[in-house]
């Protein structure tokens, strides 16, 4: 079935530091959605991209959609303890569900 | 908070069994969704129902049944339980059939199998 790759598993970074994680699908995505679950929370929504070659930003986050609209990266400036947490990716599926990554789990040091 | 309610927060069964979760949408949402999140699987979506309707289904054990009632909320029924179903379980709702929209997730319900 249709699959969601997301790279890197772990993240540990500085804080002040740079993160970027990457979502690469073997197949055409309708549209490609964020979500953050903090330790011991549930997931929440961050944004949804839907066209080709889309750039989204929100304060530190940087949010692309890649051109054949098989892939997607999620970029953090400047990274603080705040956003600690499982970054998660989740494509839209040919059966209208969505796929959704295994994560990036970001860790900061303060 | 998201508006998704699900009871119980945890459940502590034994293999064989079997338990219903319950979830109750965001106002004005058609849309559930059932994920299970075991610890190295990511979110794993199981099943989709729309106003009452399956509308969607993915890796969903045969054990594994769940329905939308009138009201909107959802139940999903777990049977004959192994220890390797032990996971959290999320509800997520939704105001869109397809996956083209918001997902709300509620707080999930924890599963342990001993």
């Known amino acids: 079935g249709q699959q969601v790759m997301q790279i890197p598993q772990y993240q540990h970074v500085q804080e002040g530091e740079d993160f970027t994680t990457y979502c690469n699908s073997s197949?055409?995505?309708?549209?490609i959605q964020w979500y953050k679950q903090r330790p011991g929370g549930h997931p929440v929504f961050l944004i949804q991209l839907v066209k080709s070659g889309e750039v989204k930003k929100q304060k530190r986050l940087t949010f692309q959609f890649g051109e054949a609209k098989k892939n997607s990266s999620l970029h953090i400036t400047a990274t603080q303890t705040t956003d600690v947490g499982t970054y998660f990716c989740?494509?839209?599926?040919?059966?209208?569900?969505?796929?959704f990554g295994k994560g990036t789990k970001l860790s900061v040091k303060p | 908070d998201s508006g998704v309610t699900q009871t119980p927060k945890h459940l502590i069964t034994a293999t064989g069994q079997r338990v219903t979760l319950r979830c109750s949408p965001r106002s004005g949402d058609l849309s559930v969704y059932w994920y299970q999140q075991s610890l190295d699987q990511g979110l794993q979506f199981l099943i989709q129902y729309y106003n009452g309707e399956e509308r969607a289904k993915g890796n969903i054990l045969e054990r594994f049944s769940a329905q939308q009632f009138p009201d909107l909320h959802s139940e999903l029924n777990l049977s004959s339980l192994e220890l390797g179903d032990s996971a959290l379980y999320f509800c997520?709702?939704?105001?869109?059939?397809?996956?083209?929209?918001?997902?709300?997730f509620g707080p999930g319900t924890r599963l342990t199998v001993t």
């Open positions: 197949t055409t995505l309708s549209n």
């Open positions: 997520a709702s939704s105001d869109s059939p397809m996956a083209s929209g918001e997902q709300y």
């Open positions: 989740a494509g839209g599926g040919s059966q209208g569900n969505l796929i």
